[in-house]
Structures are given as C-alpha cells and as structure tokens.
T-cell receptor
Framework: DTGVSQDPRHKITKRGQNVTFRCDPI?????LYWYRQTLGQGPEFLTY????????KSRLLSDRFSAERPKGSFSTLEIQRTEQGDSAMYLC??????????FGPGTRLTVL | SQQGEEDPQALSIQEGENATMNCSYK?????LQWYRQNSGRGLVHLIL?????REKHSGRLRVTLDTSKKSSSLLITASRAADTASYFC???????????????FGKGTKLSVIP
C-alpha cells in the first residue's frame, strides 16, 4: 500500500506566474485534503474533497487558488498570479471517510 | 486559526529520558491526533484518541486526554536521537460520527534528543 504522493516536491517560481501541484492519495481513500504550512507554524486547512465533490473551503483559499479532483482520485491545486506570501509548504492528506488523515511529503513553494 | 497550542515550544533532553508534551484546545472535539514532522518533511501520524477515551498507548507513546480541561499530553518514553522532530497535536471538531474533514493544528513542540 503506497502512501500519499505529491509532485513536485519543490517549486521555485517568479511572482505573477501560475503553478499547479498534484496529489495522489492512498488508493480507495475517498477523502482528500489540502493544507498549507508556513515556517514555524502548524498546517492550516485549505480545502477538502469527498470523492470528486469539493465540500469545504477555508477563507485562506483566495480566488487565486483553485483545487480539483476530477475523477475522485488524484487532485490538483493551482495558484494563479503567485505572490511572495504564497511561499509555503503545501500538504495533501487523504483518509477513508473520517478519522486518521495520512499526509504526503508536501510541495515546497518558493515565490521570488 | 490555531486551536491546539502545544507546550513547551521547544524541549531538549538526553537520549533515554522521557519527553512530555502538552496540548490545549478551545472547543469540543471528536478526536485529537498527534503527528510528528521531521525538518522540512510531511507529517507522520502517531496516534488518535477519541473524545470518549482517556488514555491510549502505542509502543513508546502514551497519550492522555482530559476533555474537562480541554487538554492532552504525549509522553515518549526512553527517547532516542531519531525521535528528534516537531510534534503537533491536531483536533477534529467535526460532527460526531461524520469523521474529520478539518484538522486544526497547533504550532508544535520542537523536540531535540541529544545522543
């Protein structure tokens, strides 16, 4: 049973560019979550999917952010017109219904 | 917003000693989970304790939960250098039975175990 995988692991971009991250959850996990973590802080919830439906979005998820999970399997998180404040670790997690969320290794974004 | 707050923020101990970390939270919860994070990496799930449980063990880990005080503690016994990491508590305040959809994390306790 493979764990949650994320791609890329690191991304450096210039301010104003668009970036897209991918998350592959543990197979058969119907719930998928995105979190953001800045240095010295704990992760903060961004959004979650149950199968292909996006059921909850945090106020942290501005209109420059969009997430999809088209077939209820992998998910993408896109950030448009990146800003320096978007620099963070973006973490994906999955779970079977509720309880334990299993996290991926994260994508570290640096916006120059 | 951060619901869980870990205490202390940093802890340095000698290998073989026990490490205790505390977590306080503000609202009613379904369950509380502890995670470990090595520097710059993803989170590893350690243990989940439900709101109707008071204590749980897993290997060298012991977690307690006091819902009346809205607090939890994580005890790592006989620590090893490999336990050096940040430890986070995360609360799930979702509707009972519906399972978690949003974990709220604290800022973590940075544990250093000196060989």
């Amino acid at each position: 049973d493979t764990g949650v995988s994320q791609d890329p692991r690191h991304k450096i971009t210039k301010r104003g560019q668009n970036v897209t991250f991918r998350c592959d959850p543990i197979s058969e996990h119907n719930r998928l979550y995105w979190y953001r973590q800045t240095l010295g802080q704990g992760p903060e919830f961004l959004t979650y999917f149950q199968n292909e439906a996006q059921l909850e979005k945090s106020r942290l998820l501005s209109d420059r952010f969009s997430a999809e999970r088209p077939k209820g399997s992998f998910s993408t998180l896109e950030i448009q017109r990146t800003e320096q404040g978007d620099s963070a670790m973006y973490l994906c997690a999955s779970s079977a219904w509720g309880d334990t969320q299993y996290f991926g290794p994260g994508t570290r974004l640096t916006v120059l | 917003s951060q619901q869980g707050e870990e205490d202390p923020q940093a802890l340095s101990i000698q290998e073989g000693e026990n490490a205790t970390m505390n977590c306080s939270y503000k609202t009613s919860i379904n369950n509380l989970q502890w995670y470990r994070q090595n520097s710059g990496r993803g989170l590893v799930h350690l243990i989940l304790i439900r709101s109707n449980e008071r204590e749980k063990h897993s290997g060298r880990l012991r977690v307690t939960l006091d819902t009346s005080k809205k607090s939890s503690s994580l005890l790592i016994t006989a620590s090893r250098a490999a336990d050096t990491a940040s430890y986070f508590c995360a609360t799930d305040a979702g509707n009972s039975g519906a399972g978690s959809y949003q974990l709220t994390f604290g800022k973590g306790t940075k544990l250093s175990v000196i060989p």
